[in-house]
Structure formats: structure tokens, C-alpha cells
């Protein structure tokens, strides 16, 4: 058997096969790919050592590292966490996978195990190991003559998401898909499913997989081909691919696909094969997992294993009512809790209304009691920097019905629905919950559906919708922003793409005006971050103007504004001020922030902020619509590599 003898090259790697034979043998997809990984995984042993074990209150906790194979002459080995309640028996078990730049998690898996499971979580990627008060300093992942680490240590090419040629740290010696180190790594965490069946306090018949970016896309994976896997999460990862020719769906991030990759490593190959339990976790404006490209991957995954829970404008990270479905979901199907999820909630996009406005509805499933039903659609085609606007959903009988008015018939329409429950009571406080972020809600979030610009001009939609120099009024606090550091009043921040909307874009000469309540004497840092991601001009960088904007304390309102002349690229080789307001992306104000001062960019702090964080009356004052109407488009795929290295920076700060 051809894939036979390419495993008996990892297995005896000093055999001398022809390079024509060896080529014969490369494996033409995912089932070719895996289909001895079993003979492999029982005739290889893990080889566990126990680096370090203590105990933290009621919890073990232990560096290990196992022997994941013997590849090209030399073994491969990985360090992990794990952790599991001292004296535990029969615990249900999770395997845990960190992303890109990052390292194993302690916090991961001692806060799974003082929720009552085992978890290991494996340090694929090599970087030091934090123990909390200090990195571990014994032995670490070492993958011998091959480089699965993130940032890549020895090998210059990245072969993760790099060409699957050969070279010195690769498995194969001729183009594979055993070259990417997607695959190394998956037989890691394979491997590590492997420990955890060997452990005696673990019963081996409940074990799931979570993880988040990389991780996400390894989870997706890992739940696709290995049967052991009982539930899984993936976070910020694993929505797939799009070709650049599926003109079927309007927006996302489209590519020209490697048959090679497409077959074997693209988390298209690996999504239909899942049997599990899964829950998609991620934000809507997410770089890693875009949910335009999960809503076309994913939409053949039965509802009655997937459910999705989605954080409105967040990018790579999620709200503490999103992200607390995870623990739910393994407590229903790693645990038999009495919780169990509800359904998704059935959707409908309508485009053929009597008034001419395309209609959301949906039916959420109310075997748990609904908090309320948000609906959030945008017309905007490039989902990193897209707006989701809040259609204010209206409950009619069983149903919640939202309309979605459009501004022309040359953008497309995309919608989902996040429907809010309370969470269970033993599942809000306790020892399971110490140290984590909680919230007395959680979201089941719907599919997301979309209507191309062709489909909205053929039932007799009409465009409606006009430019609203009102872009917040204050009256539903920061629904339509995201917050960061909402803890630390010196660095609290707030941002919103809702000036990227062509309904709230910027008049050109327009001055941008809003109130706020400072008590005490302090600052707020404006920052305009125009072109992310290539939006309006693929071709050129992002670039941040910022302006600072001091502040008298007074328990009273006051006005803020601010022009375009007045702001200063943080970028030293952008000299003139910002034109218009046309490009704008995200629009943030923070007490701290980056800014440009006597030519040299300098971080302004301003002091701990007083009273309450609140605005109010954001509009445009003054200037002419003349021009807003630029075309937002696709995602585009040499503007995406351009800055997705940074986004990677920023995620990991």
C-alpha cells in the first residue's frame, strides 16, 4: 500500500527509497492523509515523563512532555500542562491548544480542573512556558529534525501557511502535504488524546478538544478526524477557505487555492467529516476565522451537532456572554450535566416584503426563557471592517421580526441573530468560576445568511435608507462598540467601525462632535484608524491620526470636536493631515493612546478616569455628502498578508 510505505519513511527514516517511488506515495487527501495514523499511534510509545508536579489548592498540576514520533532519525517531543482535581476518578478530560506565538496555558487547565475535569494543554508551538510568577526553565518541545514551532526557531520558511516544498526541517523530501506543519501538529494533539486515554484518572470515553486562532483551526481539525473527540470548540479558527472564483458568496476572504493544500490541509477538507458535538466560537470581525467563510464551510454541518455563538464588532476575542458557552457545552456533552443547550434559532431572510425592505426573522427555541432576540445585519461586503448594525428586532407571536433597510442595490445584505438566556445559576458563581470572566447571560447565536446584490434587485427591494449625520445618541450606551480594558480607568478604550458605515460616514469638512462627563481634569486620545485591512485601498497600509483632546473636570456634559486637519498620522512617513473622513475604519477614544509629539510617536497616559465612562450626541456638524458612496470591497488577499502579521502583534499584546 502506497501511504503504507510513505509511513514506513517516518518510521525507519534511514531507509533508501527512490525519490520517484516516494512521490507515488504522497497521499491525494485527507482519508490518504490519516489512514495509518492508528498502526502508528499503537506501535510508537509516548514515552511520558513527568517534569514537575505540585499542588495548587485541590488541584495537581504537572509539567509532562511525551514522545510524539521518531521522525527523519531523531525523536520529536512535546511539553504540556496538565491538571486534574486531586483524588478525582472517572473525570471527564479536555486537550487544550494554544495559538500562533503563544504557549501552553496553566491558568487552562487548572481552571478546568477545578470544574472537574482532567486537561492537558500542549506547548506545540516551543515558546517558554509561564508558570506565573516565572517561566519554565527545565526541559522543553523538542521536535529533533523537524520545526513545528510558531514563530518558526530554525526553519526560514513558514510551513504553515508557506509552499509544502521540502526543505531540511520538513517530513517529506519531495512537495507533500505531510510538509505542513498543520499536520505535524495535529499528530501532537493527537498524541496528546493518546495521554490523556493513558491516564488513570481520566475516563477516556469523554474527552474534548478547545482551542483558540491556530489552535481554533487545529480543533476544527482534530474534530474532524479522530473519533475519540467527544465535543469540541474551536475559538477564533477553522472557518475555511474560499476560492476566488465562488462568486456565490459576496463577501469574505477569497484565495487562489493549491489543489495540494486544498485537499489535505485546507479546513475545508476536515469540516465535513464532523461527527461531534461542536460549537463555533468567534467574534464577527475576526482576521483568523471569518465568518463569511465559516457561513459557506459550515453550512452543511448537521444543526443537531453545531451550534454557533457569535460576539458583535469584536476581532479575535470574545464577550464574557460568548465565551462562557464553552464551559456549557462541555458540561452537556462531556459531563451529562442537567444543563443542555438550546437550538439554534431557525432563520429566514425575506425579499419579497410588501413594503420593499428585506426582513430577518427568527424563532428562537424557548425551552429556556429568552432575555431578548438582537439582530445585527450589515451591507457592507468586506467583513474585517464591515459594521453590524443592531436592526432592533420587534417579537411577533413566537417570532422576532427585524427590518433591514439598504442604501443601494449594488451592496449585498448579510444577517444572524443572537438570542440571550440566562445562564443557570451553579454555572454563574463557585470555585468552577474563580478567576475567570462571568456574565449572568449567554448567546446562541443563529447561521448567518446573506443576499447577493443580484438577489436584492430582482424581488422589488428598495433602496430606502439615507445618510444620518446621528451617528450615536448616547440612549443604548456602547451597543455599537467594543470596549477594551473596561477595568483600568487609565486605559479604558472604546471603539467603533459605525463611521465606516456609508449611512454614518463622514461628510467631506465635516467636524465630528459628542459629549461627554469628565470629573476631574484629564484627556481623551481620539484615534482614526483608516484603510484597515486594505478596505478602501488594497494597495496601501492601514494608518492611525490621532489628536489629543484635554478635558476640564466638571460633573457637567461637554463638547468634544474634532476636524480633520487637526489629526496626525502616528505613521512618520504620512506627513499631511487626514483629507476626508471617507476611509475610516475604526474610531476609538481612550484616556490613553499613541500619539505624535514634536515629530516622534510617544504613548500620552492620561490620569484614571472619574464618574462615569458615558457619551452622548456623536454626529457630523457641517460639510457636504460629496463622494461618500466609495465602493467598499472584498477582503482582499495581498492587502490580508500585508497586514496580518501585525494583526498577530496586536493579538498577542
Known sequence: MKLAFALLLILFPNAIVHAKEAQQAIPKNVQELWADYEELDKSTPLEVEVLKEWEQETIVCRIVRYQVGVFKGSQSRVAAFY??????????????????????????????????????????????????????????????????THPPQRDRVNHFAGPLTPNEFTLDSVESPR??????????????????????????????????????KLTTNLAGIDKRIKAAVPSCGGSGDLALEQTEVPGGKKDKLDPMRL?????????????????????????????????????????????????????????????????????QHLKNAD?????????????????????????????????????FYSIDPHALTRFWRDAKAVQVGKEWKADCPVMSHDQPIFAFANVIYEVPVPYRTGPQMAGVSTADTYVISSRMLWASPSELKSPGIQATDRPDRLIDDGSRGWHDWYRLNW????????????????????????TLSFDVICETDNQLVLTFNCNAWGAFNPGQRPVD?????????????????????????????????????????????????????????????????????????????????????????????????????????????
Open 263 to 331: 485537499a489535505c490541509v485546507s479546513d475545508n477538507a476536515y469540516i465535513p467529516l464532523i461527527t461531534c458535538p461542536i460549537l463555533w466560537l468567534s467574534p464577527t470581525n475576526d482576521f483568523h476565522g471569518h465568518i463569511d467563510n465559516m457561513a459557506w464551510n459550515w453550512r452543511n454541518v448537521p444543526d443537531d451537532i453545531v451550534r454557533f455563538s457569535i460576539s458583535p464588532h469584536l476581532n479575535h476575542r470574545h464577550a464574557s456572554e460568548n465565551a462562557l458557552t464553552e464551559y456549557l457545552w462541555f458540561e
Open 179 to 216: 510538509n505542513s506543519n498543520w499536520y505535524v501538529v495535529l499528530i501532537a494533539a493527537r498524541r496528546a488524546i493518546s495521554f490523556l486515554e493513558q491516564q488513570p484518572e481520566v475516563d477516556a470515553s469523554r474527552i474534548g478538544v478547545h482551542g483558540h486562532s491556530m489552535g481554533g
Open 83 to 148: 491538571a486534574f482535581p486531586k483524588g478525582g476518578t472517572n473525570l471527564p478530560a479536555l486537550v487544550q491548544i494554544h495559538g500562533g506565538g503563544q504557549s501552553a496555558s496553566l491558568n487552562s487547565v487548572v481552571t478546568y480542573a477545578k470544574r472537574g475535569y482532567a486537561s492537558v494543554s500542549i506547548n506545540w508551538g516551543g515558546n517558554a512556558m509561564n508558570l506565573g510568577s516565572e517561566n519554565w526553565a527545565g526541559p522543553q518541545t523538542d521536535w529533533g529534525n523537524l520545526d513545528a
Open 339 to 375: 444543563f443542555k443547550m438550546p437550538e439554534s434559532p431557525k432563520v429566514k431572510l425575506d425579499l419579497k416584503t410588501t413594503h420593499g425592505v428585506p426582513q430577518f426573522s427568527v424563532t428562537p427555541d424557548t425551552s429556556r426563557s429568552v432575555q431578548r432576540v438582537d439582530v
Open 487 to 510: 477595568d483600568h480607568r487609565p486605559l479604558w478604550r472604546a471603539t467603533t467601525r459605525k463611521l465606516k458605515d456609508v449611512k454614518w460616514r463622514g461628510p467631506d469638512g465635516a
Open 545 to 653: 491620526y490621532t489628536v489629543v483632546k484635554e478635558l476640564n473636570g466638571s460633573p457637567k456634559w461637554q463638547r468634544v470636536t474634532v476636524k480633520c486637519d487637526e489629526l496626525t498620522a502616528t505613521d512618520s512617513s504620512v506627513i499631511e493631515p487626514l483629507e476626508n473622513w471617507r476611509t475610516v475604519t475604526e474610531f476609538t477614544i481612550s484616556p490613553s493612546g499613541i500619539v505624535v509629539r514634536d515629530g516622534l510617536k510617544v504613548d500620552s497616559a492620561g490620569q484614571p478616569w472619574q464618574g462615569p465612562r458615558e457619551i452622548r450626541n456623536l454626529r457630523w456638524e457641517g460639510g457636504q455628502y460629496t463622494g461618500q458612496g466609495a465602493t467598499d470591497g472584498e477582503v482582499d488577499p495581498h492587502a490580508f498578508d500585508r497586514n496580518f502579521d501585525d494583526a498577530i502583534t496586536k493579538s498577542l499584546e
